[in-house]
């Protein structure tokens, strides 16, 4: 997506460790009207497929999630980071690593709101590892319902997180594909 | 807001401790028709204010948050709870207890995205004893900001925060306001 990309260009930031800092619109502060216009071409990618639920994870995926929900006119629901290991039978739940901060913690979602029937579009704001997907997905299916595909933000397509995804069968969606970057580049893949 | 509260008798749940679970359609599963018609409410109610900056805190004031800054055509920024205590020159911080948990926390916000010409709308679903207010306008005052004032989504009228705000000068608008909840009743306030 040209105006994400460009966005990307123009405001995030290269820090150490492979860290891109866009917080500036995406996460932290978040443009509205562009994340309006990503909910747009979300909609265009998946608009055919039936969906009737967007899911996401707190707190930075929450906001682009909120106006995707609206454009396809279902619910949206965030997955929560538990603190306690949540032994219940009202949540379903995931481990989900953390490769920024180095932690382990679970996710989880309740069971009113995942039904065997629904057809579930996973958003979330990066996709590096694919650990929050991957709890995400583990969490849709948990519950019999069928995960549609995932729309994300930014893909940093030099970790293995999108291709270990689509080997597994998702169909990964990215509306920006980082290919590499250093302090004084940054090269998105070729559409 | 009349469609607000038939919701809330239709599908709010009364829990032991004065908890109002409203977690099918306001927070961890958010109906997005709903949020944007709320968000529709907010603008009629603070639309010329000025308003540059929309601030919230994670996790489940940012949907409603993320329409409401669509309507103003301004910026989200949402307040991070912080683990550690980040004495930092990068941020703005304040302590917020959660009555709720009955813990304290630090929230934070960059100070890249506060700035003494801002004229903030602070936007949350609940107001109860206030602490998340309180928080969010401390850390406006920091930054040498305005507080144009307060939207949220459901106060419970029957504690403190929402007086105490109001007393202290606040404009404190919500859009449904509990007057009064038991076990097998909820009162509204008459507007």
Do not use: W
Not at 98 to 114: A, C, M, P
Not at 122 to 144: H, P, S, W
């Amino acid at each position: 997506m040209k105006e994400l990309c460009e966005r990307i260009k123009k405001d995030g930031k290269v820090r150490p460790g492979n860290i891109l800092k866009v917080d500036s619109f995406l996460n932290h502060q978040i443009d509205p009207m562009l994340s309006s216009a990503m909910a747009d071409e979300v909609y265009r990618l998946f608009g055919n497929e039936g969906v009737t639920k967007v899911l996401t994870i707190e707190a930075s995926g929450i906001a682009l999630a909120a106006f995707v929900g609206y454009k396809f006119g279902c619910p949206i629901v965030f997955a929560k980071k538990s603190k306690t290991s949540n032994i219940s039978d009202e949540f379903y739940t995931a481990p989900v690593h953390s490769y920024t901060h180095g932690t382990d913690h679970d996710i989880i979602v309740s069971k009113e709101y995942l039904h065997p029937e629904d057809k579930v579009l996973i958003v979330d704001d990066f996709l590096a590892m694919g650990a929050a997907l991957e709890g995400l997905k583990a969490i849709v299916e948990q519950a019999g319902a069928k995960v549609v595909g995932a729309a994300v933000a930014v893909e940093k397509a030099f970790q293995p997180g999108g291709a270990k995804l689509r080997a597994e069968g998702m169909r990964v969606e990215a509306l920006a594909r980082v290919a590499s970057m250093s302090d004084d580049s940054l090269e998105f893949c070729e559409e």
